[in-house]
């Protein structure tokens, strides 16, 4: 493990600011969709609490490996099927695979039409649910006009370089600006293609159903509204959203995503279709009725969250400002314990988290973001074990 030469915050004294939500309160502008598997048909809103057994209030993380180093500014992360993991860069807007076992890195090629500036570049990628047969990836990223969705073919029998087909956009017109470009997409166990989007800085976006800013996006793999959404005919799943940074589901298929606060809070939300969070009329727990407050809130100072994954029971979050990778035990759309904070200081910024199987999780750096303290070998991903 490499200890990095900055100031190590008490995990005691950051949970002490940190404040847990009950149950999110409001009832949100949708309807109320019946949770499935099956592809077309939304995943339900969260019952409050679940049934069974929940995580331990403590839990553990612990390094095991370097899997790869000297990556530049990555953002989007997507194992394959095969135990590997494609990284994306925001910057430079390359897509890199890497043999986790080796840690060979092999560049597949530059998408076209990246282009970077800010909080903008290349941001999430991910595998289509058909990826087997049709050996497609997905990314998000901010062009020359907007922030959008394309889909490349990977053809690994092509020259390294060259392994990227051209991008076919499936969606485009999401808001873009220096900052607040979300980026982070997901398939969920639905089939469909979620999109958390940010207001670009144009605050009064977030609550304007309207506009594809500040929102999460549920679209189907071609980039349609996706069947079942809570407003007829458009893509918009649920609004009032800052900067949406990370997507994950959990075993009973109810959706969670991280939300870059502004000077407060950031927050951690239990999402339901056609739920409105409040932004920016509210920033952290509100009592303004119809509002969806968050699970779980943090200072900015102690998370500024990104990429998140759920694993053994919990989120597992990245923070970028925070330094540190917070773990939030669930029961049903609760969190069961006070978050717990890992590796704080140790590895400077982290950005993505992806759920390994086994106990394990992927965690990838942000050092050299443009806000980091890069040192000899960032960004990294690791291997980390967890309870």
């Not at 200890?3 to 404040?19: D, F, G, H, K």
């Not at 159903?209 to 793999?221: A, E, F, M």
């Not at 409105?276 to 009725?289: I, M």
């Amino acid at each position: 493990m490499i200890v990095r030469r900055r100031a190590v915050t008490s995990v005691l004294a950051a949970a002490a600011l940190l404040l847990t939500a009950g149950c999110s309160s409001g009832a949100g502008g949708g309807p109320d969709a019946a949770a499935s598997a099956a592809r077309g048909s939304a995943p339900g809103a969260p019952s409050p609490r679940a049934t069974g057994t929940t995580p331990p209030a403590r839990g553990s993380a612990t390094v095991v490996r370097t899997v790869a180093g000297g990556l530049k500014s990555p953002w989007g992360l997507a194992p394959l099927p095969d135990g590997g993991l494609l990284v994306g860069s925001r910057d430079e807007g390359t897509i890199t695979r890497i043999d986790t076992r080796t840690g060979r890195r092999t560049e597949l090629g530059t998408v076209s039409g990246v282009s970077p500036a800010g909080e903008g570049g290349l941001l999430g990628i991910a595998l289509s649910p058909d990826y087997a047969s049709d050996h497609m990836v997905y990314a998000y990223f901010t062009s020359a006009s907007d922030n959008r969705i394309v889909r490349m073919l990977y053809d690994e029998h092509k020259p390294a370089g060259e392994q990227l087909g051209a991008p076919d956009t499936v969606f485009k017109g999401i808001p873009k600006g220096f900052v607040h470009n979300g980026g982070r997409i997901a398939f969920g166990p639905d089939g469909m293609l979620y999109a958390g989007t940010g207001e670009s800085g144009r605050r009064g976006l977030a609550r304007d159903r309207k506009s594809l800013g500040g929102k999460i996006l549920r679209l189907t793999p071609d980039g349609e509204p996706a069947p079942g959404n809570p407003f007829r005919g458009s893509p918009v799943y649920s609004y009032g959203h800052r900067n949406v940074q990370g997507l994950a589901w959990d075993g009973r298929q109810r959706l969670f995503a991280s939300e870059f606060g502004q000077d407060t809070w950031d927050e951690l939300n239990a999402i339901v279709p056609g739920g409105d969070y409040g932004w920016p009329d509210a920033e952290g727990r509100s009592s303004t009725p119809g509002f969806r407050d968050p699970l779980v809130q943090w200072h900015t100072d102690d998370a500024s969250p990104s990429g998140i994954a759920y694993a053994g029971g919990s989120i597992w979050m990245a923070g970028l400002k925070g330094e540190r990778l917070w773990r939030i035990p669930l029961d049903g759309t609760r969190a069961s314990a006070a978050p717990q904070a890992f590796l704080t200081g140790v590895h400077g910024r982290l950005r993505t988290v992806a759920a390994a199987g086994d106990g394990r999780i992927w965690l990838v750096t942000s050092n050299t973001d443009g806000r980091g303290t890069p040192e000899k070998g960032d960004d990294r991903v690791l291997e980390v074990r967890v309870a």
